[in-house]
């Protein structure tokens, strides 16, 4: 059997046998230098009755404090990165080295006088800690200076914000690394009290109104902000000081990095723009989401996606009894699959590949499995892409939604919970035509079933895919342009986790019919989320990266509306979560539209937008220029006549099932 011992360290029995040499010769120094300070360095007037004891104690004095030092692990410490216990453990060691000396003195000297003079117990421990520290922190001053040599030229010039426990950690890591290429000139902080003071050898220069300053004094080229427990509205005070300087910014995640020990460079991140909102997370009842969730059985369409999947992983952390992810992307699932077994593996996931648009498959689906909740994600929603194939936002968004409604109303689903939009508002795009469609099926669908329908409607959020965040950080990669459509083009913006959480206590409040519109706070214009997002890089506007103007796109608009005018607005137990009243239509005209509309999505006829206007009465396109000849109309319905005899059933309760 092959011996599977790990092979012998010489080079750790070396390291060990130099410092051992080294102690010894310590030992025997500070023994002879600590008596003859005493006597002013003159030799020939020591008396003998105080050098005898020494030279007699010597050997075993230091057979007993290398005993000492490798019970203290003096001897197993990684010296290039000693901090505060090893100077403890060092001190420790060589007092107890001058204890013994007292002591074992004692055994020595003539009868009836001292072994030595007084003063020599204090000077031996001192010069034995001196000769002993140099030794050991020596090696890391010696290295972080040729550190700094081999990168001089490449060192990043650093201004760290925070003064605190979380600063000095990082620091100490930072002077310590053999791979850092920061060198950190100085410290801002708004206590009074540690200014002109020193962490690490790093001086508290002032408070954060001299930050722009000493940027420029110390040419300074990255800020860390170090305080992990400062406020949201705080950060975006901060921030806003710091973008004046033109340096690349990082911070710390958060509190809890602090308190767990985890403060380190690999958790530094770039400050995003998120962190210029300007405000704290938003606060969500957390036990009212794990009552409706636990040990239910959840599905959600879209899982892939970058609402499905945050959706997802919030519905995982409340212990649904089972979790169905269903997707048309393959890799988007994938991904999720793997995130979620990593992180739950004694979930109960199921991840399905399918397509909303399709009937059986959706039947089959919901037949199997049996969710009692459903939260509807899977829809296109890239606005400048659906102008160009309105067809296939309706196939998708308005039939997909109504097809995966049936197969959950016909299966027992207790509530099925509509993802939208602001777009739906007094749309002017085909997508947010579409979603305003998909809100009024839902209301319709819940009068005529026991399954809860309702719909969430949300703005833009930060980071998701088709957000303009993601591509202005490719364009400011790769040196610019950075393309905004409008100067005055405004959106509301909330990250991902707040939106998913929002909806998730929606659906808690669900009762049936609902439209629940998320507060998103105060609008943000799109240019200053383009130049923040410039100057957090370390980038000057207009100077390094250029901002180019491309005008509004198909069916874009200038500012995005939360509610619609008709719909009045009810408050929930959380102010951040309000309810839109239902419209009332006339569902015989709704469905019977509904079905012209079907036919002509499935014809690829360009009389979709028209028939969608006329379902929409707020729908207002910008390129509405097809043509609505009369003609063109008659042959349209003959189209949809012949469409609907193969693929329109009733079902028992009145509503179509397309």
């Known amino acids: 059997m092959k011996d599977k011992r790990e092979p012998f360290n010489y080079q750790k029995l070396y390291r060990r046998i130099v410092l051992m040499v080294y102690d010894v010769l310590c030992i025997i120094l500070a023994s002879a230098v600590a008596i003859l300070i005493r006597y002013e360095f003159h030799f020939s007037e020591i008396p003998e009755h105080f050098l005898m004891p020494l030279i007699t104690f010597l050997p075993i004095d230091i057979v007993l404090t290398i005993v000492l030092f490798y019970f203290f692990k003096l001897y197993d410490s990684l010296w290039a990165y000693a901090g505060e216990r090893e100077m403890q453990n060092l001190v420790m060691a060589c007092t107890m080295s001058g204890i013994i000396n007292a002591i074992g003195l004692q055994f020595f000297k003539r009868p009836d006088e001292q072994p030595v003079p007084q003063s020599y117990y204090f000077l031996y421990t001192f010069l034995l800690i001196t000769a002993i520290f140099a030794s050991r922190f020596s090696y890391r001053f010696f290295r972080s200076k040729k550190h700094q040599a081999l990168n001089r030229e490449n060192n990043q010039q650093v201004m760290i914000i925070g003064?605190?426990?979380?600063?000095?950690?990082?620091?100490?890591?930072?002077?310590?690394?053999?791979?850092?290429?920061?060198?950190?000139?100085?410290?801002?902080?708004?206590?009074?009290?540690?200014?002109?003071?020193?962490?690490?050898?790093?001086?508290?220069?002032?408070?954060?109104?001299?930050?722009?300053?000493?940027a420029d004094l110390y040419d300074i080229d990255e800020i860390i902000v170090a305080i992990p427990s400062v406020s949201r509205q705080e950060l975006k005070k901060i921030l806003e000081i710091c973008k004046n300087t033109n340096c690349k910014l990082r911070s710390l995640p958060g509190m809890y990095q602090l308190v767990n020990g985890e403060v380190n460079v690999s958790r530094l991140r770039d400050v995003e723009v998120e962190d210029l909102l300007g405000r704290d997370p938003i606060a969500v009842d957390m036990d009212s989401i794990a009552g409706y969730v636990r040990d239910k059985v959840v599905m959600v369409t879209g899982g892939g996606g970058s609402i499905g999947s945050e959706l997802c992983r919030q519905i995982a952390g409340h212990t649904p009894r089972q979790l169905i992810i269903v997707d048309i992307y393959e890799n988007n699932a994938y991904e999720i699959q793997q995130e979620l077994k990593a992180k739950y593996p004694e979930m109960d996931l199921v991840v399905l590949i399918a397509s909303v648009r399709n009937t059986n498959r959706m039947n089959s689906i919901f037949q199997i499995y049996r969710?009692?909740?459903?939260?509807?994600?899977?829809?296109?929603?890239?606005?400048?892409?659906?102008?160009?194939?309105?067809a296939e936002a309706i196939k998708n968004n308005v039939f997909g939604t109504w097809k995966t409604a049936m197969a959950a109303a016909s299966n027992g689903t207790r509530k099925f919970v509509l993802i939208s939009t602001d777009k739906a508002v007094n749309p002017t795009n085909i997508m947010g035509a579409s979603k305003r469609i998909c809100e009024m099926i839902v209301q319709t669908f819940n009068k005529h079933y026991d399954t809860e329908f309702v719909a969430v409607r949300f703005g833009n959020v930060l980071g998701s895919n088709g957000s303009v965040i993601p591509l202005f950080k490719k364009q400011i990669a790769a040196g610019g342009p950075v393309t905004v459509t409008d100067p005055n083009i405004i959106r509301y913006f909330?990250?991902?986790?707040?939106?998913?959480?929002?909806?998730?206590?929606?659906?808690?409040?669900?009762?049936?019919?609902?439209?629940?519109?998320?507060?998103?706070?105060?609008?943000?214009?799109?240019?200053?989320?383009?130049?923040?997002?410039i100057k957090l890089s370390g980038y000057k506007v207009g100077e390094d990266i250029r901002i180019e103007f491309t005008g509004l796109r198909p069916g874009e608009k200038l500012y995005e509306e939360m509610l619609m005018d008709e719909e009045g607005l009810q408050d929930t137990s959380n102010k951040m979560i309000h309810i839109g009243k239902?419209?009332?239509?006339?569902?015989?005209?709704?469905?019977?539209?509904?079905?012209?509309?079907?036919?002509?999505?499935?014809?690829?006829?360009?009389?979709?937008?028209?028939?969608?206007?006329?379902?929409?009465?707020?729908?207002?396109?910008?390129?509405?220029?097809?043509?609505?000849?009369?003609?063109?109309?008659?042959?349209?319905?003959?189209?949809?006549?012949?469409?609907?005899?193969?693929?329109?059933?009733?079902?028992p309760y009145g509503v179509k099932a397309f």
């Open 163 to 214: 003064a605190g426990e979380a600063a000095n950690t990082i620091i100490k890591e930072i002077l310590i690394s053999n791979y850092s290429t920061m060198s950190i000139r100085c410290i801002i902080d708004d206590d009074p009290n540690k200014w002109g003071k020193y962490i690490q050898g790093i001086r508290v220069v002032g408070g954060r109104n001299r930050i722009v300053e000493c």
């Open 494 to 533: 909330m990250t991902i986790s707040e939106a998913v959480s929002l909806v998730l206590q929606a659906g808690a409040f669900a009762k049936g019919g609902e439209i629940f519109v998320l507060d998103m706070g105060e609008p943000v214009r799109i240019l200053d989320l383009a130049e923040n997002l």
């Open 582 to 651: 239902p419209i009332e239509l006339d569902e015989s005209k709704f469905f019977s539209q509904l079905e012209r509309l079907n036919s002509a999505s499935k014809a690829e006829s360009p009389e979709v937008k028209t028939i969608v206007q006329e379902i929409v009465a707020t729908y207002e396109p910008r390129d509405n220029s097809e043509d609505r000849t009369l003609e063109h109309r008659a042959e349209l319905d003959k189209i949809a006549e012949s469409i609907n005899e193969y693929h329109i059933k009733r079902s």
């Open 371 to 390: 969710p009692d909740i459903v939260y509807h994600a899977a829809a296109h929603k890239h606005v400048p892409l659906m102008e160009d194939s309105p």
